[in-house]
C-alpha cells in the first residue's frame, strides 16, 4: 500500500475541514454531464466531483482527489462500486476515521 500520499475518508458534512487536502468520499451518482458529476455522500449531503471518470459510472463510486471546496472535489482516481453499497456503514467509518479512532487512518 502507498502511504506517501494519503487520504482522509470524508462525507459531505467533513469535507469543510479538509479543503485543499487529500480526500476519498463514496458518492451515488444522480447526475453525470461530462466532467461534472453531482451525487449524495453516504451522510445524504450532495455532492460534486469534477473530472473525467476514468470508470463507467453504475451507482456508487469513490473518488480520491482534492477537496476544493465544502461541497466539491477534484477527482484523481474513481473506482466504480456498483449498484449497491452500504452508505450507512462507509459513513460510520468516515465518522471514526476523523473523531476518536483518527490515529488509526493513514
Known amino acids: 500500500m502507498d502511504t506517501s500520499s494519503p487520504s482522509v ?7 469543510r475541514m479538509h479543503v485543499g487536502k487529500k480526500v476519498r468520499a463514496v458518492v451515488h451518482v444522480t447526475q ?7 451525487g449524495k455522500s453516504t451522510d445524504e449531503h450532495q455532492l460534486i466531483v469534477k ?9 456508487y463510486v ?6 476544493e471546496s465544502d461541497q466539491s472535489i477534484r477527482a484523481e482516481t474513481w473506482t466504480n462500486f456498483g449498484n449497491t453499497f452500504d452508505a450507512q ?4 467509518v468516515c465518522q471514526l476515521a476523523n473523531g476518536e ?3 488509526l487512518f493513514l
Open 62 to 67: 469513490e473518488v480520491i482527489g482534492i477537496a
Open 89 to 92: 456503514s462507509y459513513n460510520q
Open 32 to 38: 453525470s454531464d461530462g466532467e461534472i458529476t453531482t
Open 51 to 59: 473530472g473525467l471518470p476514468h470508470v463507467s459510472l453504475m451507482s
Open 101 to 103: 479512532f483518527k490515529g
Open 9 to 15: 475518508f470524508v462525507n459531505a458534512e467533513l469535507l
